[in-house]
Antibody, heavy 125, light 110 residues
Framework: QVTLKESGPVLVKPTETLTLTCTVS??????????VSWIRQPPGKALEWLAH???????LYSTSLKSRLTISKDTSKSQVVLSMTNMDPVDTATYYC?????????????????WGQGTLVTVSS | QSALTQPASVSGSPGQSITISCTGT?????????VSWYQQHPGKAPKLIIY???KRPSGVSIRFSGSKSGNTASLTISGLQAEDEADYYC??????????FGGGAKVTVL
């Protein structure tokens, strides 16, 4: 059974760095057909893709947030970590991690087939 | 990367069919078939219902179908049911090797 679960602080202060952890089960981050993204959703607003990490450690970032984001993984712990620097109240959102849909032949559909439950992060002093 | 354009709301009566549009550019929807659709009920995580423009994941109702023409993708819900009331988001791969989502469309079953 594939599951993803986000964890991290519920409240951060402006200018602080946010660090979120996504713990996965039911699949291995070392599998060549695995990739994980972080996606966020401000309250009442749309989804926004943030970053992506592949099994070979290749990384992709949102163009607008690239300077503030770092994604990494610890395969032994089955965890994907996202760091976002210089947090601002506009970064208040539910942050999701999600697995990319990649078929048995390694074909990447750039769609997200499994999602975590999300974690609400509020930025406030 | 600008968000894909979706109507803010779409409504229909039970049993009817509705279509939600998703308009992008030649840099995303117009060039790539990596268009996906997600259903999100209040307080829940999004659920993948269409990928690769028109493919349904296992377990997703055949009432959901997708298509694309030019820079615009569409999601059609046939035989509208009360449980279909939710927010729907489209997404696309982009020429910048990123993913862009639409602004979301709220579906109301009258």
């Amino acid at each position: 059974q594939v599951t993803l679960k986000e964890s991290g602080p519920v409240l951060v202060k402006p200018t602080e760095t946010l660090t979120l952890t996504c713990t996965v089960s039911g699949f291995s981050l070392s599998d060549a057909r695995v990739a994980v993204s972080w996606i966020r959703q401000p309250p009442g607003k749309a989804l926004e893709w943030l970053a992506h990490i592949f099994s070979n450690d290749a990384k992709l970032y949102s163009t607008s947030l690239k300077s503030r984001l770092t994604i990494s993984k610890d395969t032994s712990k089955s965890q994907v970590v996202l760091s976002m620097t210089n947090m601002d109240p506009v970064d208040t959102a539910t942050y999701y991690c999600a697995r990319m849909l990649i078929d048995g032949n390694g074909y990447n559909y750039w769609a997200f087939d499994y999602w975590g439950q999300g974690t609400l992060v509020t930025v406030s002093s | 990367q600008s968000a894909l354009t979706q109507p803010a709301s779409v409504s229909g009566s039970p049993g009817q069919s509705i279509t939600i549009s998703c308009t992008g550019t030649r840099s995303d929807v117009g060039t790539y078939n990596y268009v996906s659709w997600y259903q999100q009920h209040p307080g829940k995580a999004p659920k993948l219902i269409i990928y690769d423009v028109n493919k349904r994941p296992s377990g997703v109702s055949i009432r959901f179908s997708g298509s694309k023409s030019g820079n615009t993708a569409s999601l059609t819900i046939s035989g509208l049911q009360a449980e279909d009331e939710a927010d729907y988001y489209c997404s696309s791969y982009t020429a910048s090797s990123t993913v862009v989502f639409g602004g979301g469309a709220k579906v109301t079953v009258l």
